[in-house]
């Protein structure tokens, strides 16, 4: 199995391509073909043995005890044995949660992975220097990779978050990590702003030289990765297999996916699990008010060229939508010329157009929509006081849209909605669905369990009174400098 970079290069080893990240040519490596996998009837559903069909094929130089192995350890920090999962809220409707493991949002399901499969990659491509993990996060990221890779020998983290960009919660989980290779750095701009900032660190040969006279070299946990993406296809195989093993499918039936996003990284993965076979039928791409995506899947044009909002769901509070590459690939007959064309129009005039037919055919397989904050809070409500679940902003985005997407539609196709994050990770906001929320967040957690009597989860509880660590904060100029001097170095 080789990788070839969107925008061109040689191809490269599975190892090769995750401990690189993203190419030396800029573009985002993608798998040469799509392992063909079958959804097992296999009444139960085990999530490590699906996650090894599903990721074994894009891996076949890794020893298949040792990825059982590491699928085995990774997911045993999820706080339940289903790892993600599926609960029925209508007779069309399930929500498939992907936030039980340590931090409490989907990024756990791929970066609770990604560490092992770094260290068997380095391992793999013979790499003897430290691998230098550069994060930028619109909130969820950020922690999930600090966990992930907190005393991975080998490894640093540095994550980049937009300072007021970010949920209290999640300022909260990044500020407190503990960990002897850890480092975490607020940025003056917004999530956009940071990603950019890590992309040109990424691109620049100097600062590459730089890490290098150190020992140091540079990786991604964003999902630019494809070490990211492919943990995140199993969730789309064991959610459809546990359909089938209550009977609410037969074996063969298309189901459509509602997934809230804004780097395309989750929804992506919904596609690649298409392409492996997975019988879907629409995915529904779900966004806030910065809805870019909403109107290319529309009109087939990209147009960064908008105000940027910040929402209460800020973890899909994107402009730039980075893993809509890798799509761009496969709808261009993978022709990277095409891609770089596309990437040169983003860059200089902050947008491109499809031509006709590649609309066309991305209108088989997907549905946009997007929805206001009033219309999230709405949302959380109408659903919290006709079924008694709880859901978070991300997850409410996704519910609204499918929503119209049924009204619009009348598409009664069996359809599960991913469920991004805990709702206490946003518990002011959440709270803000029922009544008047206060300035205290862990006020508004006891608050929001009185109301609504959902669990608060340990990690929540357990941020209170701990010592926050992390506190620089640096302007875009000087992410660069950043990453050459660590504070953890200067310190020491
Ligand atoms: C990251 C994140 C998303 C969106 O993920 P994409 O990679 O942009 O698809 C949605 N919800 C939550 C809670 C997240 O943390």
């Known amino acids: 199995m080789r990788f070839f970079s969107t925008r061109g290069g040689e191809p490269v080893s599975a190892a090769e391509a995750i401990v690189r990240g993203i190419s030396p040519s800029g573009g985002l490596y993608v798998p040469e073909s799509y392992p063909a996998v079958k959804p097992s009837r296999n009444g139960t559903v085990d999530y490590c043995q699906t996650a090894l069909r599903v990721m074994r094929g894009y891996l076949p130089e890794t020893n298949e005890d040792s990825l059982r192995e590491m699928i085995r350890s990774a997911y045993a920090s999820f706080d339940t044995a289903d790892v993600t999962p599926v609960t029925r809220l209508s007779e069309e409707e399930s929500v498939l949660e992907l936030w039980h493991g340590p931090t409490m949002a989907f990024k756990d399901v791929a970066l609770q992975m990604l560490p092992y499969l770094m260290r068997d990659s380095l391992r793999q ?87 290098a006279e150190k020992g140091w070299r540079l990786s991604s946990a964003n999902s630019i990765n494809f070490g990211r993406l492919l943990p995140q296809i199993v969730y789309y195989y064991t959610s459809y297999e546990t359909l089938l093993s209550r009977g609410e499918i037969q074996p063969g039936e298309a189901v459509n996916y509602c997934v809230p996003t804004g780097n395309f990284g989750d929804i992506l993965a919904g596609e690649y699990a298409r392409r492996m076979g997975l019988p879907i039928h629409k995915l529904i791409c779900a966004s806030n008010r910065n809805n870019v995506l909403t109107d290319f899947f529309e009109r087939g044009v990209y147009d960064e060229n908008r105000p940027f909002y910040q929402s209460m769901s800020c973890s899909i509070d994107i402009l730039i939508s980075s893993n809509l590459e890798r799509l761009l690939f496969e709808l261009s007959g993978r022709r990277e010329q095409t891609v770089c064309e596309w990437m040169r129009a983003l860059k200089e005039k902050g947008m491109y157009a499809l031509p006709e037919t590649a609309l066309a055919q991305l209108k088989q397989i997907f549905a946009a929509g997007w929805c206001s904050e009033e219309d999230t809070l709405a949302t959380i409500r109408r659903v919290f006081e006709k079924t008694g679940y709880l859901m978070d902003p991300h997850t ?40 008047t929320a206060g300035l205290d967040d862990f006020a508004n957690v006891e608050r929001l369990l009185n109301r609504t009597g959902a669990a608060v989860p340990k990690g929540i509880s357990g941020l209170a009174g701990k010592p926050e660590l992390h506190l620089d904060v640096c302007d875009l100029a000087d992410m660069p400098n950043r990453v050459v001097k660590p504070i953890s170095e200067t310190e020491k």
């Open 125 to 211: 491509t013979g790499e003897k220097k430290q691998v230098y993990i550069l994060v930028a996060t619109s909130g969820d990221t950020g922690k999930a990779a600090l966990e992930g890779f907190k005393n991975v020998e080998g490894t640093r983290v540095l994550v980049f978050y937009p300072e007021g960009g970010v949920s209290e919660a999640q300022r909260l989980q990044m500020v407190t990590q503990e960990g002897n290779n850890v480092d975490v750095c607020a940025v003056r701009g917004n999530f956009d702003d940071a990603q950019t900032g890590v992309k040109q660190i990424f691109a620049s040969g100097e600062i590459a030289g730089k890490l």
């Open 396 to 435: 409410a985005v996704a519910q609204c849209v499918y929503e119209r997407y049924v009204l619009q539609t009348g598409d009664r196709t069996k359809t599960v909605l991913l469920s991004t994050a805990n709702p206490y990770k946003f518990a002011s906001d959440v709270l803000g669905a029922f009544e």
